[in-house]
């Protein structure tokens, strides 16, 4: 799968939005005592949140919410379209072309750069009130891969549940708990037992914080 087969994958902005909130939740909870690979930041900058992953060995992907549209790039070092192919690095060939002047800034952001380079294998974008998802024309032969067949797959698959359970036990070598996965995806109020279903080490007045701070209820604002 590459880019192309992503846009007809991603749901529409709202729903990823809510699955990139549940998923930094999900993932903050499970991977206590360590640091999650997902991660969501409200008010990122003024009226924009970010979603982002990063694995630690050189993968990542950042989703922006812009009140212009949504930005969408990842970056596999391994793939086929990696900067690093080239000496001097450049992007595949279409990349960015096409990209939107209300979201072509997103491309030069300094979190997004490394040594003043916007690493990227993968881009996609959607402007608010647009009814599909796009991306620069670029071309694969047969066998060559940009990164979008596995890095966005928690947030495209059809049973969230599984997607995630799966990979939070290959992750942590554990079992986890699929009712309390559901219910975090399906934004049910956050309560205890959901959490320590979840990791029977985590603070749950920590998580509660996050999840609030996530627009998530949790048992005792309600209570």
Same mark, same amino acid.
């Given at each position: 799968?590459? !880019?192309?087969?992503?846009?007809?994958?991603?749901?529409?902005?709202?729903?990823?939005? #809510?699955?990139?909130?549940?998923? #930094?939740?999900? *993932?903050?909870?499970?991977?206590?005592?360590?640091?999650?690979?997902?991660?969501?930041?409200?008010?990122?900058?003024? %009226? !924009?949140?970010?979603?982002?992953m990063d694995n630690g060995s050189g993968d990542q992907y950042a989703i922006v919410f812009d009140p212009a549209g949504v930005f969408l790039y990842g970056f596999d070092h391994e793939s086929d379209a990696t900067p690093w192919r080239e000496e001097d690095r450049a992007h595949?060939?279409?990349?960015?072309? %096409?990209?939107?002047?209300?979201?072509?800034?997103?491309?030069?952001?300094?979190?997004?750069?490394?040594? %003043?380079?916007? *690493?990227?294998?993968?881009?996609?974008?959607?402007?608010?009130?647009?009814?599909?998802?796009?991306?620069?024309?670029?071309?694969?032969? *047969?066998?060559?891969?940009?990164?979008?067949?596995?890095?966005?797959?928690?947030?495209?698959?059809?049973?969230?549940?599984? #997607?995630? !359970?799966?990979?939070?036990?290959?992750?942590?070598?554990?079992?986890?708990?699929?009712?309390?996965?559901?219910?975090?995806?399906?934004?049910?109020?956050?309560?205890?037992?959901? !959490?320590?279903?979840?990791?029977?080490?985590?603070?749950?007045?920590?998580?509660? #914080?996050?999840?609030?701070?996530?627009?998530?209820?949790?048992?005792?604002?309600?209570s």
């Amino acid at each position: 799968m590459t !880019v192309h087969h992503l846009l007809a994958a991603l749901p529409g902005p709202d729903e990823l939005r #809510a699955r990139c909130r549940a998923l #930094a939740l999900l *993932d903050s909870i499970v991977s206590v005592p360590y640091a999650p690979d997902h991660s969501y930041v409200a008010g990122w900058r003024p %009226g !924009v949140d970010l979603a982002c992953m990063d694995n630690g060995s050189g993968d990542q992907y950042a989703i922006v919410f812009d009140p212009a549209g949504v930005f969408l790039y990842g970056f596999d070092h391994e793939s086929d379209a990696t900067p690093w192919r080239e000496e001097d690095r450049a992007h595949w060939p279409g990349l960015l072309d %096409g990209l939107p002047g209300s979201l072509a800034h997103y491309a030069q952001a300094p979190e997004f750069q490394l040594e %003043g380079f916007f *690493d990227a294998t993968v881009c996609a974008w959607r402007e608010t009130g647009g009814a599909d998802w796009r991306c620069g024309p670029v071309e694969f032969a *047969d066998g060559e891969t940009d990164g979008a067949d596995w890095l966005f797959d928690l947030l495209t698959a059809a049973d969230g549940t599984e #997607a995630f !359970v799966g990979y939070a036990e290959d992750y942590h070598e554990r079992s986890v708990d699929r009712e309390a996965v559901a219910a975090v995806l399906a934004a049910a109020p956050l309560d205890r037992r959901t !959490v320590s279903a979840l990791s029977p080490t985590a603070n749950f007045d920590t998580v509660a #914080a996050l999840a609030r701070a996530l627009g998530y209820r949790t048992v005792r604002e309600d209570s």
